[in-house]
């Protein structure tokens, strides 16, 4: 049975620099085991659907609710791994930060955060999928920047 997990890859704009150099991406780090950084995401509780599981999980971990984030259309990327064995499936949608100033709230299962640009966000990431995700959002936002 393949494990899913459902979150957001966060971003947030900053006022006083232009595209790219104004995009930095939200990292956590767990409490647990290697200590390792990813976006917001949790496991898909029975009944729930995906996008529910995404919201729940990015409030629990990063406070962060509806109100805060607004979700970009057309966006949604699919990663799978193997977890001690198992098949894991994690849905990610992208979303921005509404407030950049906004403090995120962590969970006990999260002892730091870390607002990081593109290259940061890629060393903190680690694994080569979730690095992969993060630059494909960069080209999807620069995509979205030309259009404007």
């Known amino acids: 049975m393949t494990l899913r997990a459902c979150g957001f890859i966060i971003f947030r704009r900053l006022a006083r ?3 790219p150099d104004n995009i930095e991406y939200l990292l956590l780090q767990t409490s647990y085991g290697e200590h ?3 976006p917001p995401k949790g496991h898909v509780d029975p009944g729930e659907d995906d996008l529910t599981t995404a919201w729940r999980e990015t409030r629990e971990e ?3 609710d509806e109100e805060h984030l607004h979700v970009v259309d057309g966006f949604l990327q699919r990663l799978h791994y193997q977890v001690r064995g198992k098949e894991k499936e994690v849905l990610y949608w992208l979303a921005e930060l ?3 100033g906004f403090k995120v709230k962590l969970s006990d299962e999260h002892q730091d955060y870390r607002w990081a640009k593109l290259d940061e966000a890629c060393r903190l ?3 080569t999928d979730l690095q ?3 630059k494909y959002v960069q080209r999807f936002l620069e995509k979205a920047e030309k259009k404007q």
């Open 17 to 19: 620099h232009s595209f």
């Open 36 to 38: 390792h950084w990813s």
């Open 62 to 64: 990063a406070g962060l």
């Open 98 to 100: 509404r407030d950049p």
């Open 125 to 127: 990431a680690k694994y």
């Open 132 to 134: 992969d995700t993060l």
